[in-house]
């Protein structure tokens, strides 16, 4: 990939940073918790949505500006550099917009993508169950085919979102005798029935990011399932490939950001002349610059099929990794502030444990840059 900008691209990024300038993100809420925070969120993305500038990379009769991959790019780069706050439906416009511009149906598109962008309607991800995490395709969540919709029972786990979601990319069985990847169903549910209970769970840095589902008899109309009844998995997969791609494109500028964070601290406490942090920090700026290579790579992969693949796992193991030892550096480097319950240091600190659980553990994205980038055979696991 050429990452020389041309003129069509420099036109582009300047008229971004112009618009940036002009309409600059307000500073993250200090008090007021989590609701502040998501009114914060849905702020910047109704802002971002009636400056047209929500998803450039959405097609321009969904709303977006149909940019090329690496237009995308410098837009996130540009936003990361604005440091502004994640779109409130990130969810949404990352995974659940391009799942449905591959696999929905013309109505579907015309109906949800819209109010996607707008932020009016939030997307959430309810795939993950107690007994259904790495290994998906084993969930147990039913749906049963009554008339012209369909009745759900199950439970679902690690919701992000769900408190304040209107729609849910739900997976569920509904062939129990087909081989587990065959009876999977991709609906979109509507959370807001009595039927769909949302319990939050408190994280170790204080806020319920996510949630338990419990579902009981929710129904779900026939005309709400995404790419065929038995084809879930093959959607979801379009799922997962985007919030590998996209959501480690964006983190991997927030981690670049992170780190040059600290080290203006590391400057402030004289600590770049210690050989110790200057290699740490400078090992750190490697990895950094290798995850931004790699992510704008991942670029090509787009450009040639269309969609994400199966690289873009390795940029979020990188990423994951990489965000952990920055955030346990700062902990050094700052000193106790950055372990005082509160501070931006403590939340990303505790935050990053998270992150190589997330959008799939490092271990299965492991599995999938072996087996499927490099080509390595299968494991075979022993009886
Ligand atoms: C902050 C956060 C937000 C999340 N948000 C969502 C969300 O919005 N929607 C959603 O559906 N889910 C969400 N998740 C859930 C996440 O996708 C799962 O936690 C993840 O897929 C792992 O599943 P699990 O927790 O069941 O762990 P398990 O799959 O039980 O894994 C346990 C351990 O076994 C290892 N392991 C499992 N299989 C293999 C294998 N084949 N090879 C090698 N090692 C293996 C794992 O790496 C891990 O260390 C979120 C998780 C976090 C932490």
């Known amino acids: 990939m050429d990452l020389t900008f041309s003129e069509r691209e420099t036109a582009f990024r300047d ?17 007021g918790g989590e609701e502040a925070q998501l009114a914060w969120r849905l702020d910047w993305q109704r802002r971002l949505y009636e400056g047209g500038w929500a998803a450039p990379h959405w097609p321009v009769e969904y709303g977006g500006r149909g940019v090329t991959p690496t237009e995308s790019a410098i837009y996130f780069e540009e936003i990361g550099r604005a440091r502004a706050p994640m779109a409130a439906n990130i969810l949404g416009v990352l995974l659940g917009g391009p799942t449905l511009m591959v696999w929905g149906t013309q109505e579907q598109k015309d109906r949800y993508l819209s109010p996607i962008l707008s932020g009016e309607e ?15 395709a084993s969930l147990k969540t039913r749906a049963v085919k009554r008339g012209d919709e369909w009745v759900v029972t199950g439970q679902k786990v690690w919701t992000s979102g769900a408190q304040y979601s209107k729609w849910c990319m739900l997976v569920a069985r509904t062939d129990s005798d087909a081989p587990k990847h065959k009876g999977l169903t991709y609906f979109l549910m509507d959370m807001q029935q009595d039927a769909v209970q949302v319990r939050p769970l408190r994280q170790i840095t204080g806020e319920a990011e996510f949630n338990e589902l419990f579902i009981e008899d929710a129904t779900i109309p026939d005309t709400n399932v995404v790419g065929d009844v038995g084809n879930g998995w093959n959607v979801a997969l379009t799922t997962l490939m985007n919030e590998r791609a996209g959501i480690g494109f964006a983190s991997q500028i927030r981690l670049r950001q ?3 964070d600290l080290i203006v601290v590391a400057a402030e406490r004289g600590l770049m002349e210690d050989p110790l942090y200057a290699d740490a920090l400078a090992e750190l700026h490697m ?4 995850i931004r290579l790699l992510a704008w790579k991942g670029l090509t992969d787009v450009e040639r099929y269309g969609q994400p693949g199966p690289e873009g796992s390795l940029v ?23 372990l005082i319950g509160g501070t931006g240091w403590s939340y990303e600190l505790l935050r990053a444990r998270g992150n190589t659980i997330e959008g799939g553990t490092t271990e299965v994205l492991k599995n999938i840059v072996a087996e499927r980038v490099l080509g390595l055979p299968r494991l075979k ?3």
């Open 287 to 290: 990895r950094c610059e290798s």
């Open 381 to 383: 696991v022993a009886a």
């Open 258 to 260: 992170l780190l040059d």
């Open 15 to 31: 008229e971004l940073r112009s618009w940036l300038a002009d309409n600059p993100p307000d500073p993250k809420p200090a008090d």
């Open 316 to 338: 979020k193991w990188l990423w994951s990794d990489t965000n952990q030892r920055v955030t346990q550096l700062a902990a050094d480097i700052v000193g106790p502030q950055a």
């Open 122 to 136: 939030i997307w959430c991800q309810g795939f993950s169950e107690p007994d259904a995490g790495s290994d998906l």
